[in-house]
């Protein structure tokens, strides 16, 4: 299993906001389908897997949807400040591609 990672337009191509909610969506499908295989490799072999490993998968796994959980959901708010300009200070197509950059 391959793990693969989008890139990121330059700065010339076009970043809009139907581009970063892909993006999230996009990621929060493949990172979803992560957690769920590495889980069930780990029920799948319990009995060769030391408690030690199988401790530090969890963590990994834990790791992950942290990340979806906190992370996702604070840039498709950032994405929803851009679109509408909603919040304090403008948020730009810039903004959401060095926030991305910064948690991806």
Same mark, same amino acid.
């Given at each position: 299993?391959?793990?693969?990672?989008?890139?990121?337009?330059?700065?010339?191509?076009?970043c809009?906001?139907?581009?970063? *909610?892909?993006?999230?969506?996009?990621?929060?499908?493949? @990172? /979803? +389908?992560?957690c769920?295989?590495?889980?069930?490799?780990? &029920? !799948?072999n319990?009995?060769?897997?030391?408690?030690?490993?199988?401790?530090?998968? *969890?963590?990994?796994?834990?790791?992950?949807?942290?990340? @979806? /959980? +906190?992370?996702?959901?604070?840039?498709?708010?950032?994405? &929803? !400040?851009?679109?509408?300009?909603?919040?304090?200070?403008?948020?730009?197509?810039?903004?959401?591609?060095?926030?991305?950059?910064?948690?991806?």
């Amino acid at each position: 299993m391959t793990i693969e990672t989008p890139l990121l337009p330059s700065l010339g191509d076009c970043c809009s906001i139907p581009y970063f *909610r892909n993006m999230v969506a996009t990621e929060t499908k493949r @990172m /979803t +389908e992560l957690c769920d295989v590495w889980e069930q490799k780990l &029920d !799948n072999n319990r009995e060769i897997i030391s408690d030690g490993i199988e401790g530090e998968i *969890r963590c990994v796994i834990g790791q992950g949807r942290l990340i @979806m /959980t +906190e992370r996702f959901s604070q840039f498709s708010g950032l994405v &929803d !400040n851009c679109e509408f300009e909603l919040g304090e200070k403008e948020t730009t197509c810039m903004d959401l591609k060095g926030f991305w950059e910064m948690i991806y």
